[in-house]
């Protein structure tokens, strides 16, 4: 199901410092949105950006929705109990999921731990955890919604460089211009930021160019950015351990680290 052929990692250079243009002004309202574009688009350009992902700039629209789902996000804290019902069903329920997509391609796996030392269950776990095994990858365009949170005020200095990724992704043909993704711009499989995207991306098919809407690319790309995290092969992952703790650097939350290491556990036995 997932072609594995001689991986090629996309050399990556750091995102370029635009130092010497003026940061494009943020904005609360879509008022100031297509004014904010024209100055970036000089910050872009400043950063490498070329014709490609200019265009995609200049077609961008404001995205009301990702702004709706940023500002109502309550911060609601669940008990892992709570988090496991909620996101995954249940932990033997998921873990079974993840092994009939496993069983088919054991020598893909396989090669992927031997390579980044990251073992299946973990893969699986990020796979479904993120999207339901792809099934849902998100409803809202991947440049606008960057867009629109690099302008807006609350967050611009975070989500700026991301943004000057996904617009490097369109050039370089990783994005097209109207790809959907979630509501922050997070793409793919396993939803990658675009300036993660850029820097661990990995091409494992072959085809010369790194889609993580593919799923060999995408699992791929994510053992990668764990190994590059300092993912120790051989080694538990379960809370208390080193790897546990490069879990975190995937995402921030406790809880979310600890579902991820209990599916595993239950995918790799």
Same mark, same amino acid.
């Given at each position: %199901?997932?072609?594995?052929?001689? &991986?090629?990692?996309?050399?990556?250079?750091?995102?370029?410092?635009?130092?010497?243009?003026?940061?494009?002004?943020?904005?609360?309202?879509?008022?100031?949105?297509? @004014?904010?574009?024209?100055?970036?688009? @000089?910050?872009?350009?400043?950063?490498?950006?070329?014709?490609?992902?200019?265009?995609?700039?200049? @077609?961008?629209?404001?995205?009301?929705?990702?702004?709706?789902?940023?500002?109502?996000?309550?911060?609601?804290? #669940?008990?892992?109990?709570?988090? !496991?019902?909620?996101?995954?069903?249940?932990?033997?329920?998921?873990?079974?999921? &993840?092994?009939?997509? =496993?069983?088919?391609?054991?020598?893909?796996?396989?090669?992927?731990?031997?390579? #980044?030392?990251?073992?299946?269950?973990?893969?699986?776990?990020?796979? +479904? %955890?993120?999207? +339901?095994?792809?099934?849902? %990858? $998100?409803?809202?365009?991947?440049?606008?919604?960057?867009?629109?949170?690099?302008? /807006?005020?609350?967050?611009?200095?975070?989500?700026?460089?991301?943004?000057?990724?996904? =617009?490097?992704?369109? /050039?370089? *043909? %990783?994005?097209?211009?109207?790809?959907? +993704?979630?509501?922050?711009?997070?793409?793919?499989?396993? @939803?990658?930021?675009?300036?993660?995207?850029?820097?661990? *991306?990995?091409?494992?098919?072959?085809? $010369?160019?790194?889609?993580?809407?593919?799923?060999?690319?995408? =699992?791929?790309?994510?053992?990668?950015?764990?190994?590059?995290?300092?993912?120790?092969?051989?080694?538990? #992952?379960?809370?208390?351990?080193?790897?546990?703790? !490069?879990?975190?650097?995937?995402?921030?939350?406790?809880? #979310?680290?600890?579902?991820?290491?209990? &599916?595993?556990?239950?995918?790799?036995?």
């Amino acid at each position: %199901m997932f072609p594995f052929r001689r &991986a090629s990692l996309t050399a990556l250079p750091a995102l370029l410092c635009a130092a010497a243009v003026a940061a494009a002004p943020c904005g609360d309202t879509s008022a100031g949105f297509e @004014q904010w574009k024209a100055a970036f688009a @000089q910050e872009a350009a400043a950063a490498g950006v070329g014709e490609r992902g200019l265009q995609a700039l200049a @077609q961008a629209r404001y995205s009301q929705r990702t702004i709706n789902a940023d500002r109502n996000q309550t911060g609601v804290r #669940y008990s892992f109990e709570d988090f !496991v019902r909620i996101r995954l069903g249940s932990l033997d329920g998921f873990a079974a999921q &993840a092994r009939r997509r =496993l069983e088919p391609n054991r020598a893909f796996f396989a090669a992927l731990e031997q390579r #980044y030392g990251v073992p299946a269950g973990i893969l699986l776990s990020i796979h +479904g %955890m993120e999207t +339901g095994f792809g099934r849902t %990858m $998100g409803s809202e365009p991947v440049v606008s919604s960057i867009l629109t949170v690099a302008y /807006d005020c609350r967050r611009a200095e975070f989500f700026t460089p991301h943004a000057i990724a996904a =617009l490097q992704m369109v /050039d370089r *043909g %990783m994005l097209s211009p109207t790809q959907l +993704g979630a509501f922050h711009g997070e793409l793919g499989h396993t @939803q990658f930021l675009p300036g993660n995207a850029l820097r661990y *991306g990995v091409d494992i098919d072959g085809d $010369g160019r790194v889609n993580l809407y593919e799923t060999g690319d995408a =699992l791929a790309s994510t053992a990668n950015f764990l190994a590059r995290k300092g993912w120790r092969a051989g080694e538990g #992952y379960q809370p208390g351990s080193h790897n546990f703790s !490069v879990i975190g650097e995937w995402n921030a939350a406790t809880v #979310y680290q600890q579902a991820i290491a209990a &599916a595993a556990a239950r995918i790799d036995r």
